[in-house]
């Protein structure tokens, strides 16, 4: 067989058996020679460069796979990796033993990851259940009669996980509502939040110096993946710490709105307000994004205050009104 | 990101799983595996053929081996299309979970927390806590936000579970208040809301109610007799008789989501689609959603709706900016 002909899968996988079966570690010089996949395109003449570099992004994909790969360098001079060695150590691999899940867990875990609207995330999912599966589970009944979803509309999603993932710095286009043009952000992606149907990204803007929260929905065109890096260790709690701080915006911000009753705005506003002297008191995180509720709402609601958010609100019904040939009939 | 370097990791993702579960299940069929993962019978076939040069690294100038590379039963493959490993050379293990397939199931499961049959299991902490245990890194942080679990789904939730109707007033937009009996079928969550699916004993048909809309919920003793009729994948379903015609921006084409609608025209950056609505007067309020960047086009009657709909909540603020033209 020609180098040509073996796939990288094929090549991959021996790699990953290769790196498993070694308790000492592998030389990059033994992995070349040995492992077929590389072992064939040395014999055919390959350049050795070429070689090693293809072994540098093969163990960066098994890294991005999950694979603990393991590098065993000199330990008087960790820095010299010439004659590293190379593993995956069997106790970071395994599944621990001492993790068994029953038949009732695997319905659940189904029906959690039977709720992605994303491909990409869903095909994430579907892998983790599989790997229960291999354990030899084979699952309770389907929990029936319940569907689940969680949407992914936003273009930025997948590249945002990716940043949080290698711990890489993003950059994006971001629009704030009555701004004319995008601005850059420069952003250390900690943690992704779906908060009332809405995805957040919670991160460090670098030019603020200072945990911020995006909406997905205002980033325009693509998000970048940088190669500066940052602490993983930064991660702990972030998601926890961005549902606090956009709890805590909810609860500092209330508009008091009046309510036609018995119309789709009360059923709606009602559940989310408190009553008030005169209408009622609803807590709300972003003032755009409630006007455009509001907005839809017509002559149900009239917003007392807060003033910016009745504005904002008699803006979008005037642009609707225009929209719509209003000034023009009239005349 | 090109594609092929990209399906390789794929294949060796499938690999890792694919052999502890031949492994553990001893005789699988070609069908039963593709299924279970995903991919064609072929891929399956050819996957599993492909295991067969793997193997252990051979020593420089010699070839593996035989008990250093997988082996199948390649008879029962070629004459019956069954799987069977017979020599195995490493990856018996079930591989730890990646930090996305963790992540992935414990939003999932963030979500499914408020599904009844779910929250009565008492699993969910468990599971999370295997699931952030058995993660090859630290789980990356993807989070839904609890909500709480209204009354009115509690009910709804028992009639399914119980397999009785249930009774309640509906208060849909732009109509009267009606009392409905219906047999629940589904309860779909999506986007924060809860909607039910069921057949409807007033319409004699099936029909999807959004919960935020309901009240008085009661369980009835009907049994449920039309639990098994087919429902409609979108939420306006077999209710749609009528179509609205839109024009908008194609970067706010996401802002319409689920609802069902169908693209007619696309051309710099502006995208004609019809909705199906059963009421097209029902734009309006969609509309508002969109502060004028998009614009109803057909019918006539939509078109007016949503002009009148927006210039009567401007008349609320005593600002009569739709009559401008004339006060000028």
């Known amino acids: ?331 | 990101m090109s594609s092929a370097p990209l399906l390789a990791a794929d294949r060796v993702r499938l690999y890792l799983t694919l052999v502890p579960y031949l492994l553990e299940r001893g005789q699988v069929t070609l069908e039963e595996a593709a299924a279970e993962f995903g991919v064609t019978t072929a891929q399956m076939r050819a996957m599993v053929e492909k295991l067969t040069v793997i193997g252990l690294p051979g020593d420089s100038g010699y070839w593996q081996l035989p008990q250093e590379m997988f082996d199948i039963d390649w008879d029962l493959l070629e004459q019956h299309g069954v799987i069977e490993i017979t020599n195995d050379v490493a990856l018996r293990r079930v591989p730890r979970f990646t930090a996305r397939e963790a992540a992935a199931l414990l939003a999932g499961l963030q979500l499914v927390a408020a599904v009844p049959a779910v929250a009565d299991s008492g699993l969910v902490h468990g599971l999370m806590a295997k699931l952030s245990r058995g993660s090859s890194d630290a789980p990356l942080d993807l989070l839904v936000a609890p909500v709480d679990v209204t009354e009115v789904q509690q009910v709804v939730s028992r009639a399914l579970h119980d397999g009785v109707a249930v009774a309640f007033r509906y208060q849909a937009p732009d109509a009267a208040p009606t009392t409905r009996t219906v047999d629940p079928r589904q309860i779909l969550m999506a986007d924060g809301q809860w909607y039910l699916q069921g057949w409807c004993h007033l319409r004699q048909a099936m029909r999807t109610f959004h919960l935020d809309r309901v009240s008085e919920a009661r369980l009835t003793e009907i049994p449920i007799t039309h639990g098994d009729a087919p429902v409609s994948a979108s939420f306006g379903g077999a209710t749609d008789v009528g179509h609205v015609t839109v024009r908008l921006p194609e970067r706010l084409l996401s802002l319409l989501g689920a609802f069902p609608h169908e693209e007619i025209d696309r051309a710099d950056g502006v995208v004609t689609v019809r909705l199906s609505m059963a009421d097209p007067r029902g734009i309006k309020r969609i509309a508002g959603r969109f502060g004028g960047a998009l614009e109803v086009l057909e019918p006539s009657v939509a078109h007016v709706a949503t002009r009148d709909w927006a210039s009567a909540a401007l008349d609320l603020y005593n600002v009569p900016e739709s009559r401008s033209a004339r006060v000028d």
């Open chain 1, 1 to 331: 067989m020609t180098p040509a002909q073996i796939p990288a899968e094929e090549r991959l996988t021996n790699l990953v058996v290769a790196l498993m079966a070694t308790e000492i570690g592998l030389t990059k010089q033994q992995i070349l020679d040995n492992v077929s996949g590389y072992r064939q395109r040395i014999e055919a003449g390959a350049k050795p460069d070429s070689l090693e570099k293809m072994f540098e992004r093969d163990k960066d994909e098994l890294r991005a796979l999950g694979m603990p790969v393991e590098t065993i360098g000199d330990p008087l001079d960790p820095q010299d990796l010439r004659e590293a060695r190379y593993r995956i150590p069997q106790t970071e691999y395994d599944l621990p033993a001492d993790i068994e899940f029953s038949d009732a867990e695997l319905a659940v875990l189904r029906l959690a990851g039977s709720v992605w609207s994303s491909e990409s995330v869903s095909a994430d999912a579907q892998s983790g259940v599989r790997k229960i599966r291999a354990l030899g589970i084979d699952g309770d009944e389907p929990i029936i009669g319940f569907a689940p979803r969680i949407a992914v509309r936003d273009a930025a999603f997948p590249a945002l996980q990716e940043g949080i993932e290698r711990n890489r710095v993003v950059v994006f286009e971001y629009l704030k509502p009555g701004e004319d043009a995008p601005t850059r952000r420069r952003v250390r992606p900690l943690a992704q939040v779906e908060y009332e149907a809405r995805w957040h990204l919670f991160g460090i803007d670098l030019d603020a110096d200072g945990e911020r929260t995006f909406l997905l929905s205002r980033i325009v065109g693509d998000v970048k993946v940088t190669g500066q890096t940052f602490d993983s260790a930064l991660r702990d709690g972030a998601a926890e710490r961005a549902l606090a701080g956009l709890a805590a915006v909810a609860a500092s911000q209330h508009a008091l709105l009046e309510i036609t009753p018995g119309t789709e705005a009360a059923l709606r506003l009602s559940r989310r307000g408190a009553p008030a002297v005169q209408g009622i008191l609803v807590p709300y995180v972003d003032k755009h994004i409630f006007a455009d509720e509001l907005a839809t709402y017509g002559p149900e609601v009239r917003v007392v205050e807060p003033a910016d958010l009745r504005h904002a609100v008699i803006e979008r019904l005037r642009a609707i009104v225009a929209a719509h040939g209003g000034g023009v009939e009239a005349s």
